[in-house]
C-alpha cells in the first residue's frame, strides 16, 4: 500500500511513493550525467540484484522518471535514460547529500562511482571568482575490473566551479583519478601529492591550475561550511 492509498496527500508523501524504495534513488544517481546501459547500472548500483535491478528500472519508467533509449552505437544498444523531469531529481540528491554533510558525523565508507563523485563535486561547487581554464577530469571506478573511463570538463560558470560530462577542449590540465580517490582529495583530506605517490591520481599539464583551481577551492569551501 502507497501513502497515497492511506489517503496522504501530501505531495513529499507522493513522491516518496515513487523513489523511495531502496536503490531507487541510486538508480536514478547513475542515469543523471547519461545513458546506461543495464549491465553498466548493475556495476555501477552496488549491491543490487539483477532482479531487484529490473523491478526498479520498470517502476521508474512506468513513473516517466526515465526512459529507454537507443544509442548511436553500430550495435543500437539500448540503455536508460532520465527524463526532463527525472533531471528534477539531481537537486533532491543535492540536497540531501547537503543535509547528510552538516549532521554530527558526515563521515562514510565505501566508495564512489565516476558519475557519484561527479555530482557531488556539483553539489559542492565552490566559488572561483578568478576563473578557471578548461581542464579535463578522467574518472574510473577501480573496483571493478577493467573499468572504464569516464570523460568530464571542468570550468567556471557564473563565478562556481562546473563540472558535466563531455571531452574538455584543449585543456590546460588533465586529472585521471579512481574516483573514490579523487574523492579523498577533495572532501577526505588526503593529500594530492599522498594519492599521486600510490598512483591512483595523476596530473598531466599545468598541475597549478589543479591544486589552486580545483583541489584548493573545494577544501577552502568545506572548511568554511
Not at 21 to 50: M, Y
Not at 108 to 119: C, E, F, I, K, Q
Not at 179 to 193: C, D, I, N, Q, R
Request: with cysteine.
Amino acid at each position: 500500500m502507497t501513502y497515497a492509498h492511506h489517503g496522504d496527500a501530501c505531495r513529499a508523501a507522493n513522491a516518496l511513493d515513487l523513489v523511495g524504495d531502496r536503490w531507487t534513488l541510486i538508480v536514478v544517481r547513475e542515469l543523471l550525467l547519461g545513458p546506461k546501459r543495464f549491465a553498466d547500472l548493475q556495476e555501477s548500483v552496488r549491491g543490487i540484484t539483477p532482479a531487484v535491478l529490473s523491478d526498479r528500472l520498470r517502476s521508474l519508467r512506468q513513473a516517466g522518471i526515465i526512459d529507454q533509449v537507443t544509442l548511436t552505437d553500430l550495435a543500437r544498444t539500448r540503455a536508460y535514460a532520465v527524463t526532463e523531469w527525472g533531471r528534477g531529481l539531481e537537486s533532491v540528491l543535492a540536497s540531501l547529500g547537503r543535509w547528510y554533510t552538516s549532521g554530527p558525523d558526515p563521515r562514510t565508507s565505501g566508495g564512489m562511482t565516476p558519475d557519484a563523485m561527479v555530482l557531488a563535486m556539483r553539489t559542492m561547487a565552490p566559488p572561483v571568482p578568478e576563473g578557471l581554464p578548461s581542464t579535463a577530469l578522467r574518472l574510473y571506478d577501480a573496483r571493478q575490473p577493467d573499468p572504464p573511463v569516464r570523460e568530464y570538463r571542468l570550468t567556471t560558470v557564473d563565478g562556481l566551479l562546473d563540472v558535466r560530462p563531455g571531452v574538455a577542449v584543449d585543456p590546460v590540465a588533465t586529472v585521471t583519478a579512481d574516483s573514490t580517490a579523487w574523492s579523498e582529495v577533495l572532501f577526505g583530506g588526503l593529500p594530492l601529492t599522498d594519492a599521486e605517490r600510490a598512483g591512483t591520481v595523476r596530473v598531466e599539464g599545468d598541475r597549478d591550475t589543479v591544486v589552486l583551481g580545483v583541489v584548493r577551492h573545494y577544501l577552502t569551501a568545506a572548511a568554511l561550511s
